[in-house]
């Protein structure tokens, strides 16, 4: 990448200069600015633009605490590149720890958003002509929402060369197919000819130290790919590549018993949980149709017919 301006949100940053952004949004009833923190870091040297980005849903506060982690072990300052992160991207989520903005809306199902739309549309319209144009790659840290856990998993269309690579130096035990969603981040930094992947780790309102550890490990691991750092990436086990999967879904509502663990691979028959009425009448197995990874669990005590329960895979 040539020598260049490199300009954010209106302030210039120099080779080898640090700095702490904010992104107006809006103001709240009370007349109180909302503004979200966007932390910069460019190197000495030039070098391709690393966007690292949490808290989309204000609820999944593993994202968050990802990038927080990198920030305070200073993995974001870079020797060459420019790192940027965004750890709580929908700062009104985060306040009342809910997946929505204050409209109801979904803000990943809002992109690219308008100037003069609802208010989620229109902070995705901010990032959109702010933020994404200037950034060559995105690494976007989610959370399962309500009580479904993820095991840690990056997110990518599998079929694309550049982005199945890039997946795997990350390492996390999973890698999932998955297409892209309309009006999602990802969709709209695709549209732009970028390349970004999407972290999966634990369930939203809870703090796990290993999908944690994993995010910071794998976001290491991409930034020395992409020579932001010296060294090499630490790959433990390869990834499992998932190219496809599906639900298993509650047969009856009850109360559910979980009985396997998570990221693990079961057989044809094998119980993967319980579904029982209170009253000592009724029981219902639920188990694995064929053999299969399972890299998502329902961890609700009470699940009514038709709930998702286990996220597993389809070998072929």
Known sequence: MSNHKL???GNEIKKGERAFLELEVAKLHTRNTIKVPVIVE?????????LLMGGVHGD????????RNIIRKKYNKPFRGTIICIPVFNVFGFLNLR?????????????????????????????????AP????????????????????????????????????????YILNS??????????????????????GGKSNDLNQDVIDSGVTGAL????????????????????????????????????????????RVTKKQILGEITDPYGSYEKKVVAPF??????????????????????????
């Not at 460019?42 to 690393?50: E, S």
């Not at 297409?179 to 999966?200: A, M, P």
């Open 7 to 9: 300009i954010i949100l």
């Open 134 to 173: 200037i950034v060559d790659y995105v690494i976007d840290f989610h959370s399962g929402g309500a009580d479904r856990s993820n095991y840690p998993q990056i997110r990518c269309v599998t079929s694309e060369k550049k982005s199945l690579e890039l997946a795997k130096i990350f390492n996390a035990p």
């Open 221 to 264: 691991n991409v930034m020395k790919h992409l020579g932001f750092h010296e060294g090499e990436p630490e790959i433990n086990a390869p990834s499992i590549v998932v190219p496809e999967s599906k639900w298993l879904r509650a047969p009856s509502s009850g109360m559910f018993q979980l009985r396997v663990e998570n990221g693990s």
């Open 291 to 316: 053999d299969c990874y399972v890299f998502c669990v329902n961890t609700a005590p009470i699940v009514n017919k038709g709930d998702a329960l286990f996220h597993v895979s389809i070998d072929s």
């Open 60 to 67: 999944e506060v593993n994202g968050i605490a990802i990038v």
């Open 179 to 200: 297409e892209y969603i309309s009006k999602s981040v990802r969709d709209t930094i695709r549209k732009l000819g970028k390349t970004i992947l999407l972290f999966e």
């Open 99 to 131: 997946r929505e903005f204050p409209d109801g809306r979904d803000l990943n199902r809002m992109f690219p958003g308008f100037s003069n739309g609802s208010l989620a549309s229109q902070f995705a319209h901010r990032f959109t002509q702010e933020i």
């Open 42 to 50: 460019r190197g000495k040297k030039d070098g391709p633009t690393l």
